[in-house]
């Protein structure tokens, strides 16, 4: 573990030790629970079976110091706090907000796997309305604060309601891809953005808001190519019965692309928001 006065990030932990100490090392007392199988008991070192009763989230240590640390530790309490139902301890709240701008420090491919399993958990309305709450998504997701910030009253409750259909469908055994995951986050974003320059194709925008974000979370091609593609072409489906030949053309075109099924599985997920 390497770390100096000035600046607590943590480069390397690779360390052995007792159980109590790597229960000491977790990020959470509720995740600091150990069983004994062999006497069928429950090693409790930091206090986390009181704080699984009380339902709330805690850090082992000083918070702050804590999310220093590692500032990937916010987002897994909004995980945590989000699937369990807990509510988060106030220091611990507290020192989620102040430490979010270091959100920037953290490994790229880290933050993008911690993004993926928020909406993989069948939870993610409670997990983001928690980080827009602490000001973290200004650094993890400029595109979507940005919305959030910008946008009237119904479209932000359409982006939520979005959020929480796929919560319903996460929980009724649907698995969807890395594009339509992210496309619930940045759909809406494509949409206002078109709604507000009506000269430029949604696609074109799609690549210009999207584009720095997958080179800043590196996102794998197919998954940055897919949500690029699958945003930028929502308004199609509006389009399916029009009479102009010239966008009917563009429709056909469209109903036969590559990530047809994923855009209709997104376009599902938002038509059932809205």
Not at 29 to 42: E, H, K, M, R, S
Not at 81 to 91: H, I, K, T, W
Not at 171 to 200: I, M, W, Y
């Amino acid at each position: 573990m390497e770390n100096t006065e000035d600046d607590l990030l943590i480069k390397r932990d690779n360390e052995f030790g007792s159980a109590e100490e790597d229960a000491l090392r977790r990020d959470f007392t509720v995740n600091a629970l150990f069983l004994d199988p062999t006497n069928d008991q429950i090693l409790d070192y930091a206090n986390g079976l009181a704080d699984v009763r009380a339902r709330i989230i805690r850090t082992i240590g000083d918070p702050l110091v804590r999310f220093r640390e590692d500032p990937v530790r916010i987002l897994r309490a909004a995980k945590f706090a989000g699937r369990l139902g807990f509510s988060v301890e106030p220091q611990t709240l507290a020192a989620m907000a102040e430490a979010a701008p270091d959100l920037t420090r953290a490994a790229a491919p880290r933050l993008f796997e911690e993004i993926l399993r928020l909406l993989r958990s069948g939870h993610a309305l409670d997990s983001f309305q928690l980080l827009r709450d602490i000001g973290a998504l200004k650094s993890l997701l400029p595109v979507v604060a940005s919305f959030l910030g910008e946008a009237e009253h119904a479209l932000r409750v359409d982006f939520w309601r979005t959020l929480e259909a796929l919560d319903h469908s996460v929980q009724d055994g649907f698995t969807p891809s890395n594009p339509v995951l992210l496309g619930t986050l940045f759909a809406s974003a494509v949409a206002l953005r078109a709604e507000q320059q009506p000269t430029r194709s949604p696609s074109s925008i799609a690549e210009e808001l999207l584009g720095p974000l997958s080179v800043t979370l590196r996102l794998p091609r197919r998954d940055a190519g897919g949500l690029k593609r699958i945003c930028g072409v929502q308004h199609r489906f509006l389009q399916l019965h029009t009479s102009d030949e010239e966008k009917r053309f563009k429709v056909l075109g469209f109903l036969q692309g590559p990530y047809f099924e994923e855009a209709l599985e997104l376009f599902a997920l938002r038509a059932i928001a809205s």
